[in-house]
């Protein structure tokens, strides 16, 4: 097992590190300040179009693609983009300058690995070129979703449509102005085995039939502008040629989708830690309370050693899963996926929060990332399945390798 980074990735690291500093730092606070204002809820960041250009000219663009693009893709494995992902996840708002953000990410996969020929060069290249943006609706509010086969949105074969009936939350990405297309799952046939009952369909986000109900905030953040949104489908009609791979194959998408989904969060996790560990050390550098500096303080020297060790132990831990993917495919890297599923957000919270209780009150401010950071990694322990749904399956994974149940 060797972690060593190729060339190719260590160069896209320089590449993508001088670029930040170059194009993204000197805005920072611009960007900060427009998203803090009110009055820009669901507007997009004036200069965002202008940097994704210079990202794609610089060669800095679609890096999370694993397969070969031409030249939309720098055909990287899952190990060499690791870095990459923890880099963008100190600052977690650029990475659609480098197309590379959620629910985008993991739509273009299942794009590219079960679209058809039209449905890739109708909506995969216009995503890949970052001229639109996607939505993902699977969540439901009526129903424990975190079992999937629970989902009772309808897809109903009539003639040669498909009529979808339901109601979803949490839907990612939907509220952008730029989104023009959903991936929804949803039932086809209720009576079929419950893990071939669901199917997968694109639907255009101006269709009729779609509404948006609302907005929804994480512990108070929207996540202006893709945010997460309400939607209720009412007797939605769309071209059954807008189903993805066939009828029943929902789960099989799913799975291809969110296995390098969830490693994708789990990266950007370790970014958000490791800005969280440089931020609190910087702090203990400038502050003092009854004469002493705060680096002087064993306690808060402690809780530093403890983060650094927690990051790097979940960073190997994600390298380790991205080389399994790699090499042996997601199927195989399941149980290592689900580790790290459950490892990342919860090292993230726990770094987080040291990082803000050293901050004090700056900590839990506007002032730095720490306060939404602190909602990503929470809601992280959420997204793609809970924690409780990898640890009963990773759980159930162990036992039978030592013994049949």
Sequence with gaps: MNFEYSNKSIELQQKLISFIEEHIVPIEEEFIAFQNDKNNMWKRFPKIETLKQKAKDAGLWNLFLPNNYGELSPGLTNLEYAPLAEIMGKKIWISEIFNCSAPDTGNMEVLAKYGSESQKD???????????????L?????VASSDATNIETSIILDGDEY???????WSSGAMDPHCKVAIIMGKTDPNAHRHQQQSM???????????????LSVLGYYDSPEGHAEIQLTNVRVSKENLILGEGRGFEIAQGRLGPGRIHHCMRLVGMAQYAL???????????????KFYDYSSIRHEIAKSACEIEQARLLTLSAADKMDKAGNKE??????????????????????????????????????????????????????DEVHMYQLGKSCIKKYGNK
Aim: proline share 7%; glycine share 8%; charged share 25%.
């Design 201 to 215: 369909v694109l639907v255009p986000m101006n269709i009729e039939g779609l509404e948006v109900i609302r907005p």
């Design 122 to 136: 109708k909506w995969l290249k216009p995503l890949m070129n970052g001229e639109i943006r996607s939505a993902f």
């Design 278 to 292: 440089e931020i609190m050390a910087k702090r203990t550098l400038e502050r003092e309370t009854f004469g002493k």
């Design 333 to 386: 890297a399941k149980d290592i996926i689900a580790m790290i599923k459950i490892v990342a957000p919860n090292m993230a919270q726990k770094v987080i929060d040291r990082a803000m209780q050293i901050l004090g009150g700056k900590g839990v401010g506007p002032d730095t990332y720490l306060p939404h950071y602190f909602a990503i990694a929470r809601m992280l322990r959420l997204a793609d399945g809970p």
């Design 163 to 169: 009529v979808i009936n339901g109601r979803k939350w």
């Design 138 to 142: 699977m969540t439901e509010p009526q």
